[in-house]
């Protein structure tokens, strides 16, 4: 499979009609929505799992701060 550099796939991209580029546009941007949040979940999985494993501490600002100067 052959890798275009981002330059060449702008050049490819420009010489579509308007509306296939502006299609592009939207494509790019909800698939990236997606990966966002993807991403998200992930990370509040691993938190979820932390917090069963008693890895994850409560506590407000100030008690961090009073930890963190100890």
Known sequence: MQTATFD???DIIESFPEDQRESIVE???RRLTEERREQLAQTI???REEYARGEVRRGTVDDLIREIAQ
């Open 45 to 47: 999985k691993e938190a």
């Open 8 to 10: 060449e796939a702008l």
């Open 27 to 29: 494509i790019v941007k």
